[in-house]
């Protein structure tokens, strides 16, 4: 049995204060101007062509979040502030806090879009700020190096040859698992902008003569193969039910005899209040897109249904969803 919160910690899910705080100082580059050694107020406000007084109550406040740490008049970056806030730094995840900053005006809409039903985004901040929608996809690409080869080994790919990664993004999967199995090779299909990252990240994992890049559109454009496998990873939830499920019948057509799919997405249980993230998150995708949604693991197996697969199984619970074609 769950444990009733407290008043405490009611009042601390609706404080939004240290949220705005993080966001605003990573927006003005805070931690970057405190990088090196540690700083003043007056310092740092100059670095950022700020306003002293108003800085020192940032400040404070950092301290207070244990992102900052003060010694006398000077302040300095926690080991984690200078792993993962300061820009230079290779594990520098900024640029994804300064999207959830771009969506900020958006989630001030949702006792609107709830009273209404009408949402309030007709595009994507991606495709309204294509340089933000690049540095988020490196971020998310070296986040996503740790999980790419666990998924790989689990789904145990021995033997097949093709891959088709689609809507790629970074192509972060398609490098793990061609790393993992070295005779696969595999194709990433995703938008002309977003392949110019892709590029890059294979280059950089020496795997181009192993993954090729495919423009276009998913929902519109031939698909190439057939393939041995299909990967569908976190793109289902930005699209409707409908739309899926066209998509999952035109990958079967793409794929060989015993071919396998492979969607991998935030699914909901099948109460729809948990996980407790991807309750929130679908909440998210609402404020933030014009037709996306959280789905079902159900959902999933019923587009695959649909399409023709069988031996449907669910590899990881409200995560992975697995099928063969016939």
Same mark, same amino acid.
């Given at each position: ?40 107020? +007056? ?37 984690? +502030? ?110 002309? +902008? ?105 959902? +999933? ?26």
């Amino acid at each position: 049995m769950s444990r009733e919160l407290s008043l405490a910690e009611i009042f601390q899910l609706g404080y939004y204060w240290e949220t705005k705080i993080l966001l605003t100082a990573v927006r003005l580059d805070l931690f970057s101007a405190l990088d090196g050694k540690p700083k003043s107020a +007056a310092e740092a406000a100059s670095r950022m062509g700020a306003h002293e007084p108003t800085v020192v109550l940032l400040l404070n406040a950092l301290v207070a979040m244990r992102l900052l740490t003060k010694s006398g008049d000077v302040y300095g970056n926690s080991s984690a +502030a200078d792993r993962h806030l300061v820009r230079h730094s290779p594990q520098y995840i900024g640029h994804l806090l300064l999207l959830h900053d771009a969506e900020w005006t958006n989630w001030g809409k949702l006792e609107e879009i709830i009273r209404s039903g009408k949402r309030s985004v007709d595009r994507h901040v991606f495709e309204t700020d294509p340089a933000l929608g690049a540095n988020v996809l490196a971020v998310l690409h070296r986040i996503g190096q740790q999980s790419g080869p666990e998924l790989a080994k689990r789904l145990q790919l021995e033997g097949l040859r093709h891959l088709l990664d689609l809507g790629g993004g970074a192509g972060t999967n398609a490098i793990a698992f061609c790393q993992v199995y070295p005779t696969l090779i595999a194709t990433v299909f995703d938008l002309p +902008a977003t392949l110019q990252i892709t590029e890059k990240t294979v280059k950089e994992a020496g795997l181009e003569s192993r993954i090729k890049l495919r423009g276009g559109n998913f929902n519109q454009d031939d698909l190439g193969g057939p393939y041995d496998i299909v990967l569908m990873s976190d793109i289902l939830h930005y699209q409707t039910f409908q739309t899926n499920q066209a998509l999952v019948k035109k990958v079967y057509d793409h794929l060989a005899p015993g071919g396998r799919l492979v969607i991998k997405d935030r699914f909901l249980d099948e109460a729809g209040t948990g996980p407790a993230w991807t309750t929130a998150f679908a909440v998210h995708i609402l404020v933030n897109t014009q037709e996306g949604a959280c789905y079902k693991t159900a959902d +999933a197996m019923q587009w695959m249904t649909a399409a023709g697969f069988k031996s449907l199984e669910e590899l990881e619970r409200t995560a992975v969803v697995h099928g063969v074609k016939a």
